[in-house]
C-alpha cells in the first residue's frame, strides 16, 4: 500500500519568512495529493490540493509543487503570519481510493 | 464543499461504557469516513461507512468495536464500544462530494476521554 512521508515534524520561522514541508510517497500510481491545515481544537481544513497533471498549483501565499519522478510534493509559505501556526498534514491517494496521510508538520510562526 | 456537524463535540466517558457519535452533512455526499486521531498522531482511518449496507473497516478495526450506521446520504453515526482508556482520540467524519472527485472535507471532531 501507499506510503507517506513527512518533513520536518516542526518548523519553526519568523513572522514574514517562507515555510517549506516536503513529503514523499512510495506509489507512483497516487495521483491527488491534498494538504490540510489542523489548528488546535478544529478538524482537518483543506487548504489546496494537488493532481498529478500539473506541477505547481498556486492560491495567494499558499503553493503546492509536484515531483512525479521523484514522488515528492510540497507545501510553500509564503510571508508567514501568526495565524498559520497549526499543524499541517499532507496525503496521497489513487483515483477513489482512501487517503493516506503524512505524520503532520506542526509549524509555529512567532511575531 | 460540505459543512459537516458532529454530535457531540466532546465528553468523558467512564470505562466499559459506549458512546455513539453523530455526523451530519448539510447536502447529499456521495462516501463518508470515519477517522480516529490519537492525541499528537496523524488521522488513521477506521472505516468507510456504506448507505444501506455494512460498513467497510479498516485493517485493526471490527465492527463489534466500531458499529456505523449510515441510514442516508447526509448522516452517519459511530459508535465506540465498551470502551478503555485507549479509546481516548479525537473521532472525525469525513466525505465526499458529487462532483467533487476524491476532493475530502472534514468535520469538526468529537474528543473522547475515557476514564
Known amino acids: 500500500g501507499e506510503n507517506v512521508e513527512q518533513h520536518p515534524s516542526t518548523l519553526s520561522v519568523q513572522e514574514g519568512d517562507s515555510a517549506v514541508i516536503k513529503c514523499t510517497y512510495s506509489?507512483?500510481?497516487?495521483?491527488?495529493f491534498p494538504w490540510y491545515k489542523q489548528e488546535l481544537g478544529k478538524g482537518p481544513q483543506l487548504i489546496i490540493d494537488?493532481?498529478?497533471?500539473?506541477g505547481e498549483k498556486k492560491d495567494q501565499r499558499i503553493a503546492v509543487t509536484l515531483n512525479k519522478t521523484a514522488k515528492h510534493f510540497s507545501l510553500h509559505i509564503t510571508e508567514t503570519q501568526p495565524e498559520d501556526s497549526a499543524v499541517y498534514f499532507c496525503a496521497a491517494s489513487q483515483g477513489y481510493s482512501t487517503l493516506t496521510f503524512g505524520k503532520g508538520t506542526m509549524l509555529l510562526v512567532s511575531p | 464543499s460540505a459543512v459537516i456537524s458532529q454530535k457531540p463535540s466532546r465528553d468523558i466517558c467512564q470505562r466499559g461504557t459506549s458512546l455513539t457519535i453523530q455526523c451530519q452533512v448539510d447536502s447529499q455526499v456521495t462516501m463518508m469516513f470515519w477517522y480516529r486521531q490519537q492525541p499528537g498522531q496523524s488521522l488513521t482511518l477506521i472505516a468507510t461507512?456504506?448507505?444501506?449496507?455494512?460498513?467497510?473497516?479498516e485493517s485493526g478495526f471490527v465492527i463489534d468495536k466500531f458499529p456505523i450506521s449510515r441510514p442516508n446520504l447526509t448522516f452517519s453515526t459511530l459508535t465506540v464500544s465498551n470502551m478503555s482508556p485507549e479509546d481516548s482520540s479525537i473521532y472525525l467524519c469525513s466525505v465526499r462530494t458529487p462532483g467533487g472527485l476524491d476532493t475530502q472535507y472534514f468535520g469538526p471532531g468529537t474528543r473522547l476521554t475515557v476514564l
Open positions: 461507512a456504506n448507505q444501506g449496507s455494512e460498513a467497510t473497516y
Open positions: 494537488i493532481r498529478s497533471n500539473v
Open positions: 506509489d507512483s500510481a497516487s495521483n491527488y
